[in-house]
């Protein structure tokens, strides 16, 4: 592999890829060289994301329109169809998050409680359930998650959102002690705040534009998946990465 295009023959997917920081690090892992399966609902934002990275020099990515909420059985799937299709799965980066109501632990609504669970918990089991064994089979395998500080620092109304990040990242830290022998090497990234759809959701009043943007952070994030990361089981976040 050259310098300049150190994830060259490794084969990511990339959830959340329709916009925001799942988009930006699709870019900037196929900007490295890798090849880039994307996943969200949308056909039109994947399709998006596609003339982002070959723009920015990157080969044709695999499109992957799926509902993780609504078709979640179908994530179980993915891991041996991207073995099927590519011969392996070197990075996995999960960045698909839902916030949903700001409301009182009292009030939350069993559909929004369902949607919420099933996008930002139930889905990070899946894909660990289905890309553990090929990225074990890899020589580098690596695994991004990306969390929220708010996990660490619960506030009013921000119950559901924290209680399934928080849930998310106590799975991916264990699933990161259990391989820890192995070459994979998984990490949880928390971006701080950023201009994304979902920060403008919670914070409709606040000015964009002095937050960094998704393609600021992404290549923090990116670095994560390089052969040379020894980082494990960590939650690392953008000031410091």
Not at 116 to 135: E, G
Not at 217 to 225: G, K, Q, R, T
């Amino acid at each position: 592999m050259s310098g300049a295009r150190p994830l060259e023959g490794r084969v990511a997917l990339v959830t959340g890829a329709s916009r925001g920081i799942g988009a930006a690090a699709a870019v900037e892992l196929a900007r490295l060289g890798a090849r880039c399966v994307l996943l969200a609902r949308t056909q039109g934002g994947l399709e998006e994301t596609d003339d982002a990275i070959q723009a920015a020099g990157g080969g044709p990515a695999t499109l992957l329109p799926l509902d993780l909420a609504r078709e979640a059985e179908k994530i179980d799937a993915i891991g041996p169809s991207v073995v099927a299709r590519f011969g392996r799965l070197d990075i996995l980066v999960h960045a698909a998050a839902v916030l949903n109501k700001l409301t009182p632990v009292a009030h939350i609504e069993p559909r929004d409680w369902a949607e919420t669970v099933a996008v930002n918990m139930s889905a990070a089991w899946r894909l660990i359930r289905t890309c553990d064994p090929p990225l074990r089979a890899s020589d580098a395998g690596r695994a991004v998650f990306v969390t929220t500080g708010r996990v660490r620092a619960p506030r009013a109304y921000w119950g559901l959102y924290g209680a399934t990040k928080a849930g998310a990242e106590h799975l991916v830290l264990t699933w990161a002690q259990e391989v820890a022998k192995t070459p994979l090497r998984v990490n949880l990234f928390d971006p701080g705040p950023v201009a994304t759809r979902l920060r403008a959701q919670a914070f409709p009043g606040e000015d964009p534009s002095t937050l960094p943007r998704p393609a600021e952070v992404a290549p923090a994030l990116a670095a994560l998946c390089l052969a040379g990361e020894s980082r494990q089981g960590e939650v690392v976040r953008f000031a410091t990465a």
